[in-house]
């Protein structure tokens, strides 16, 4: 059995580039949906929110010359385009899905609610949520946060380039100590960069918990939902 019947899976938009160093690395996509198609057919309902780094980043652009509000808008879009191109890549490997986005822009996706997310969801079909929470100022771990609490998910499932949560960015310090279990009082009180502020208080709010691993390793998301453990747990 499944470890959990509902999750938000939020992925990097960086980790997308695969070795490219920019945009979408068809190799990687082809990765990430073939490990999605395997948690899925265990019944498994899935969200998903990606991120937009790999193409344009809001906050990045506002210290270059950009309005923050349209340097934000931008980097919605920027997360609408991964979500095309995860939809496309779930399509050709045979998992049904729909993007549903947080700004209106029919046909391109179906303007995002709660339970149109659900029922879709429940009928089988994977979710992609894009363009963020649909307001500037807010990150996508902000708009993962949000949708996971909305969508009654069991966890969130953080996909990122590492293989959890250290006491220091291990790709910049080699003696940082990787946290099998935080609470997220421990994560403020060490001001650990796991994710924003107010995603980490909308998920400790909420009793979300948050799975942190390495999606980037193929088989781990099967691993994570299977119960092995390897990443970094974090709960109330």
Known sequence: MPRFKRILLKLSGESLMGSQGY????Q???D???QIKEVHEMGV?????????????GLSGATKGFDRVKGDQMGMLAT??????LSSALTSVGVANKVLTAIRMEPIGEFYSKWKAIEEMEAGKVCIFSAGTGQPYFTTDTGSSLRGVEIEADVMLKGTRVDG????DPEKDPTAVKFDDITY???LERNLK???LSAVVMCNDNHLPIYVFNMDVIGNLKKVIDGEPIGTYVHS
């Open 23 to 26: 945009g979408i690395d068809p």
């Open 28 to 30: 990687r996509l082809a």
């Open 32 to 34: 990430y949906a073939r």
């Open 45 to 57: 309902q899935i969200g998903i929110v990606i991120g937009g780094g790999n193409i344009f980043r």
């Open 80 to 85: 609408v385009i991964n979500s095309l191109a």
């Open 165 to 168: 949560i250290y006491t220091a």
């Open 185 to 187: 009082e421990e994560i």
């Open 194 to 196: 796991v994710m924003d």
